[in-house]
Nanobody, 114 residues
Framework: QVQLAESGGGSVQPGGSLRLSCAAS????????MAWYRRAPGKQRELVAA???????DYRDSAKGRFAISRDNAKNTLYLQMNSLKPEDTAVYYC????????WGQGTQVTVSS
């Protein structure tokens, strides 16, 4: 059974930082392209950042220079370091795994507010 378990969300003031983690099980982690998506209230889910099994990364424009996606294949874990957080980053953040199939985590809430 595939499980993607996110952690690290929470509430932070503007300008603060959070580090999200996604622990994967039930998949051959290092063969999957991994990504973080988010869904803000009243909006569609959007891609935040992705990393291929070869380590190539891609970011949405609003995340460039502030967020960093990384993976530790030995630990089957995906990370998202988020710095200089803004209120518009408030959303539920989802871990995503894609190869022939795709899988989603349950999500972790990130709230940026003063």
């Amino acid at each position: 059974q595939v499980q993607l378990a996110e952690s690290g969300g929470g509430s932070v003031q503007p300008g603060g930082s959070l580090r999200l983690s996604c622990a994967a099980s039930g998949i051959i982690f290092d063969m999957y392209t991994m990504a973080w998506y988010r869904r803000a209230p009243g909006k569609q889910r959007e891609l935040v950042a992705a990393i291929t099994n070869g380590g190539e990364t891609d970011y949405r424009d609003s995340a460039k220079g502030r967020f960093a996606i990384s993976r530790d294949n030995a630990k089957n874990t995906l990370y998202l370091q988020m710095n200089s957080l803004k209120p518009e980053d408030t959303a539920v953040y989802y871990c995503h795994a894609r190869r022939r199939n795709e899988y989603w985590g349950q999500g972790t809430q990130v709230t940026v507010s003063s």
